[in-house]
């Protein structure tokens, strides 16, 4: 009678290991790829305190940061009033917080948060918008958040910052050309207003994404995929030598 799990009874006396009735006939590299994603499907999702906590104190940073722009935006608009509508530029100061913490986190929600955090921060320092910037941060979060969504939180290549920026920029611009005091603009300086506001949340985007490299290469981000990955992809010294 064979011995349990089908091994003969001449392979247990010539001292062969044991060999399993059952043996895979599909590469193990397929089975790896089955099991990575059943693994990191869930990780996408479920955020980690060290999620909550470094999405907060960069919430909390830029929120500090907001509040600084909102001091430099009445003299920087002057600067600009010689065409009406060009201080959409400045929009971009209070765009970059979602788009970092979505590109740090990868999570959903992250652009939001972060944002909506900052905007909080901002408002209780003191701006002369008040409360109303908390409306602002969730819908120039959700601007951000919406690309990162589309895209299923798993593509994460240099175009998807900029993207984030235009998606946060186009935000920015139905709000302030509809609910501000640019809403009494005429149509031409709404325009040029909306156009402004856009590049500059694509600006401000380039310049997050390239503050998540820093960071990733100076080790801080260690505990997140966009440090890990970036890690990974960086060539050794030898190899920069060699080639």
């Given at each position: 009678m064979p011995a349990q799990g089908g091994i003969s009874g001449p392979d247990r006396i010539r001292g062969r290991p044991p060999v399993p009735l059952l043996r895979r006939t599909q590469p193990q590299k397929g089975h790896e790829q089955v099991t990575t994603a059943t693994i990191d499907r869930p990780s996408i999702w479920r955020?980690?305190?060290i999620d909550i906590v470094t999405a907060a104190v960069l919430g909390v940073a830029s929120g500090v940061l907001f509040w600084a722009w909102g001091l430099a935006w009445t003299p920087l608009s002057t600067l600009l009033a010689f065409s009406p509508?060009?201080?959409?530029?400045?929009?971009?100061?209070?765009?970059?917080?979602?788009?970092?913490?979505?590109?740090?986190?990868r999570k959903p929600g992250a652009a939001v948060f972060t944002e909506v955090v900052a905007a909080t921060v901002s408002a209780i320092i003191g701006t002369q918008w008040g409360f109303e910037t908390l409306i602002w941060g969730a819908i120039e979060g959700l601007g951000a958040e919406i690309v990162f969504a589309v895209l299923l939180y798993r593509v994460w290549a240099f175009w998807v910052a900029p993207l984030a920026g235009?998606?946060?920029?186009?935000?920015?611009?139905?709000?302030?050309?509809?609910?501000?005091?640019?809403?009494?603009?005429?149509p031409t300086a709404k325009f040029v207003y909306a156009v402004?506001?856009?590049?500059?949340?694509?600006?401000?985007?380039?310049?997050?994404?390239?503050?998540?490299?820093?960071?990733?290469?100076a080790g801080a981000l260690n505990r997140f995929a966009a440090g890990r990955r970036r890690v990974a992809?960086?060539?050794?010294?030898?190899?920069?030598?060699?080639s």
């Open positions: 955020w980690r305190v509508g060009l201080s959409g530029l400045l929009a971009g100061g209070w765009l970059f917080a979602g788009i970092l913490g979505g590109l740090v986190i235009l998606g946060a920029g186009v935000a920015v611009a139905i709000l302030d050309t509809n609910f501000s005091s640019i809403a009494g603009f005429d402004s506001a856009v590049v500059s949340g694509i600006i401000v985007a380039v310049l997050s994404w390239l503050a998540v490299r820093a960071l990733a290469r992809a960086e060539p050794t010294p030898e190899r920069e030598t060699a």
